[in-house]
């Protein structure tokens, strides 16, 4: 298509002036362009772009590269066929912002990403919410801020939204628990405040769900056991507070468990038989008290347990050194007492990943 393959060197022009692009890729750009550009052909032999890959992403991969003050050419809206667009770390030095004439790939647009450009600054526009086409929306490693806005509940294709490690703040919209198709969830370093929505624990399909590193407060609420299909949940870095509910323990396909450095501050719930599939376990740092459950020594997969910087008390359990695939265990900053129960095996293969100091009451048969 011709007004497409104009469009072609007006975009790259944007991202990097500096480069000669049709003296470099002087042929059609679909079948003699840059990597990074992707091309499907229609029923009337005509090329259309439908994916842009661009920025920097490893030494391998040969995107068209961007410039210290790269930007986003408003030629881009005329791919009438684009379903991929992505940008890493694209936008390094001027301030670049999402335009909102994103609308117009509406009814194609399946993925998009921003990712890893420190420059991409404004909020994310509600515009957004329109692009109902889209599977994948990645904005990760920017500095967007501002609210995460209700739109994005529209999207009811969605299978993975990131937002993390930006500036977004207020309160995680209740409509996200509407994204029914939702497999990834990741919201991580922020600055959002407010409960955890209990609409989220209606999302049957998710595997992920990574919220820690922002300012939630509030209790985990029971209904977490409808999250069946979760893998892996981290709530950790956060401000919760409230007991772990017993009903944590439905989370049969549950294989990584983060909920550090949190308030909760109560003792830990005798659950972890049922949680058979677990492999990492962190819950440092969260006022958790009383006994270290001898159920956890029931976890057969387990490779890493981390209950450091807590208020345990009473003896270690002696099932816990018997755990076949452990390499890592700090029950270190405890009020822990008795003997250290594990064999010389085990501590010979752990090394120093096998940490227990900080705990008075302890000592060494």
């Known amino acids: ?59 391998y991969v040969n995107n068209p590269p961007c410039s210290f003050n790269a930007s986003i050419h408003p030629a881009i809206f005329r791919f009438k066929h684009l379903k991929k667009l992505f940008f890493y770390k694209c936008f390094v030095h001027s301030p670049v912002s999402i335009p909102p004439e994103i609308i117009q790939l509406k009814d194609t647009l399946q993925h998009l990403t921003f990712q890893n450009n420190p420059s991409l600054v404004g909020t994310i526009p509600v515009e957004l919410g329109n692009l109902t ?27 993975q939204l990131v937002l993390s490690h930006n500036r977004l703040a207020g309160r995680v919209p209740l409509t996200i628990g509407g994204l029914t198709s939702l497999v990834i969830l990741d919201l991580s370093e922020n600055k959002l405040t407010g409960e955890i929505p209990s609409q989220l624990y209606s999302l049957a399909e998710l595997r992920k769900m990574d919220l820690s590193h922002n300012r939630l407060q509030g209790p985990i609420a029971d209904d977490i056991c409808n999250l069946q299909a979760l ?22 396909s549950l294989q990584y468990l983060f909920l550090g450095s949190n308030l909760i501050g109560a003792e830990l719930p005798n659950i972890w038989d049922s949680l058979g599939n677990l492999i990492a376990v962190g819950l440092s740092n969260s006022r958790y008290a009383g006994p270290i459950p001898a159920s956890i020594g029931a976890l057969q997969k387990l490779n890493s347990l981390s209950l450091d910087g807590n208020q345990f008390s009473g003896r270690i359990p002696s ?9 890592h265990m700090n029950l270190s900053a405890n009020s822990l007492f008795g003997p250290v129960p594990f064999t010389s095996s085990l501590v010979g293969r752990l090394g120093r990943n096998l940490i227990v100091r900080n705990n008075t009451g302890l000592c060494y048969e």
């Not at 469009?7 to 000669?20: P, T």
């Not at 099932?319 to 452990?326: A, E, Q």
Request: one cysteine or more; hydrophobic letters at 40%.
């Open 231 to 252: 893998q892996f949940l981290d709530l950790s870095y956060n401000n919760l507070s409230g007991r772990l509910p017993d009903k944590l323990g439905q989370l049969a």
């Open 133 to 159: 086409s889209l599977e994948r929306l990645v904005l990760a490693e920017n500095s967007l801020e501002g609210a995460i806005p209700a739109e994005v509940g529209n999207l009811q294709t969605l299978r």
């Open 1 to 59: 298509d011709p007004v497409e393959a104009a469009a072609v060197f007006q975009v790259l022009q944007g991202i990097n002036y500096e480069i000669d692009w049709k003296g470099m890729f002087p042929g059609d750009p679909c079948t003699g362009g840059p990597h990074g550009i992707t091309c499907d052909i229609d029923s009337n032999n005509v090329y259309h772009v439908v994916e842009l890959n661009l920025g920097w992403v490893s030494d």
């Open 319 to 327: 099932n816990i050194g018997t755990l076949p695939n452990l390499y």
